[in-house]
C-alpha cells in the first residue's frame, strides 16, 4: 500500500477547450400605504367597506373571489402597520397582508453567461441558479483546496478571502498561525505566502464558486459575491501530498472556514486524511468532494476522499448538459450523493482569461457553492442541515438512478428555499 504521502492528483482530467409575514411598514418587497385583505364569503360587500373604514382603510379594488373576497386597501392617515393590526383583529377577515412585489427570475449581465448552461432556471443538466437569485447572490466564505487561485483575476478580485490578521508582504507571521505573509489564503508547496495559482485548477473551480456575476465582464459564478480561500496543496503539475491535504484541512478550519470543496482524489486511502475529515467533523465544516474521473463506481473501487463514509461529506457525481452522467464521472448508490454539472464548464483561469474544462472538479464546486449561498443566508445552519437541503431537493433525473445516492441533480433555487 502506498504510504500516507502519496500524490493526490487533481480530479478534473478532461480538458475540452481554452417566507414568514413581516410587519406591513417594515417590508421593502411590498408595495408601499397598500394591503391585500382577503375577506371570508359571509361578509357582504357595505360590510367590507364598513368594516375597511372603520379601520382606517380605503377600498381601492376587488381583487377576486377567491374563498371569499379579496381586496386591495389602502391606508388612509395612519401608518400601514397599525391599518394591518386593525383588520386582523376584525370579524370576517381572514388575513390581512402587505401587496408583495414579485420578480422576474434574475439573470446576470455577464458576458459569457449565455454559455454557462450548468446555471440556467431550465435543463435536464441545470441547477435553477437564476430562482436562488431572485432571494440572494451572497455566499459564505469556502476554502477551496487546490492549485491556488489568480487572487488578481478581474472576475474573483473582491472575492478572494484575505487574512486580515496578516500584514501582506512583510516578510512575518503577523497572526502567529505558523505561515508567514498568508495573506490570500496560504501556499502549503511553500510553506508561507498567499495560494497563488501556478497550474489554473485551482482558479477554474473558484470563478465557479465565486466568479463575479452581474459585473459586465467574463462569467458568472453561482455566488455572485462570496469569499474563497485559496488553500494551495498541490503544485504546478496538480499533484500534492496527503500530508499536505492534512494540512490544508486543518488551515481551512482554523481559519473559520465552515464550507470546503476538494476537488482531488486517489485511491490510495490515506488514514491520516481520514482523521483530518473526522477532525473537521468534530468542528462542524461541511466538505464537499469531486467523486473522480475513472468512469468507475466507488463502491467496488473507491476514489478518496469522495468515498470515505463521515456524514459531513457530500460527494459529487458530474452530469451533461442533458442531465446524463458523464462518461468519465464515478458514481456509486452508496459513495457518491448526488450529481451536478460537470461537463464542458467555463470558468475563470489564469492569465485573466477563461476556459473551458470538464471534470468532477467542475461539479463539486458548484454544490460547495451552494452551501455557501444557504449559508449565507443562515450562518447557523449545520452541516448536516446544509447537507439535508441540498440532497433533499435535487431535481429528479431518471439518468442517475442506480448510479448515485440520491437520483437527481443539484436544485439550489429549490435548495435555498427548503433549508430551515
Known sequence: MPSASTSLAVVAGLVVGAIASAPAAASADAVPGQLVVGFHGSVSSPARQRVIEQAGGRLVRRLSHIDGTVVRVRAKGLALS???????????????????????STEPDDPLYAEQYALAATGAGAVNAPVAWTARTTCAKVAVLDTGAQYSHPDLTGNIWHNSHEVAGNDVDDDHNGYVDDYYGVDLVKGRDSGVDDEGHGTHVSGIIAGHGDNGTGISGLCWTGSVMPVKFMNSRGKGSSSDAVTGIDYAVRMGAKIVNGSFGSSSKSTALADAVDYAQSKGVLLVFAAGNDGTSNDSAPEYPAALTDSNIIAVAAVTTTGALASFSNYGTKSVDLGAPGDSIISTYLGSGYKVLSGTSMASPIVAAAAAMLRSRDPHLSYSQLRSAILSSTQPDAALAGKVAHPGVLDVGAALASAP
Open 82 to 104: 397599525a391599518l394591518q393590526r386593525r383588520l386582523r383583529g376584525q370579524r370576517g377577515v381572514r388575513y390581512a397582508e402587505p401587496d408583495y412585489y414579485l420578480k422576474k
